[in-house]
């Protein structure tokens, strides 16, 4: 059943405009009359990266999140800060760079909004695969350079997933749905299949 309200904005304020994010505060008309304040965080989006090899094994990075204080398992992934730049190119950067290989067969696994109820952040998870070794750039001195990279093979990763191990929201989704996928690989969508969450208010707002 479809709602008929369409939630009209009646102000907006700027409260802060960082490198990464920006938040702004809606004040929002609710459906029967009433105003209510909504923060938004503003994101530029982000692209990550589900690398498989020829047996089915998930490139893993193991990195420092300081938001929570550890190392977290996750995807190889970057946000989307070069303007107008394809986020597939992104993809290939980010998996090189954070990974060390490159990949000749690309698809879209799926996209995720991770935090709708405050942030118009979306991400779309690549499905990378025939990849090849190349090699990390030199990582710099940022928590890159203490990341770690490991293959897991499919069945292990659904289980640090079910396990808690893997906790980071776009990973998690991404592991489960690779393992859904396995069976039905063509079920993919093509590298430039459309995007309607992508984020644009950030970008606009730098441009």
Known sequence: MNGRHDFPVQD?????????MALRSDE?????????????????GAVAIAALDADDRIMMIHQ????????????????????????????????????????????????????PGFSDESVRVYLARGVTEVGRPDPGDDEEADLTVKWVS????????????????????????A????????????ADAPWPDRPTRFAERNA
């Not at 393992?179 to 093509?190: F, K, S």
């Open 12 to 20: 907006t304020t700027d409260v802060y405009s960082g490198r990464v």
């Open 28 to 44: 929002v008309v609710m459906p029967g009359g009433r105003v209510a304040t909504r923060e938004i965080l503003e994101h530029p």
């Open 64 to 115: 420092y999140r300081h938001a929570v204080r550890r190392r977290l398992w996750e995807l190889p992934a970057g946000l989307l800060d070069v303007d107008g730049e394809d986020p597939l190119l992104t993809a290939r950067r980010e998996l090189a760079e954070e990974a060390g290989i490159a990949a000749d067969e690309w698809s879209v696994l799926l996209d995720v909004v991770p935090s």
């Open 154 to 177: 499919m069945p292990v990763a659904v289980r640090m997933v079910l396990a808690g191990t893997i906790v980071n929201a776009v990973t998690v989704a991404a592991v489960l749905a």
């Open 179 to 190: 393992h859904t996928l396995a069976g039905a690989p063509a079920a993919a969508r093509a």
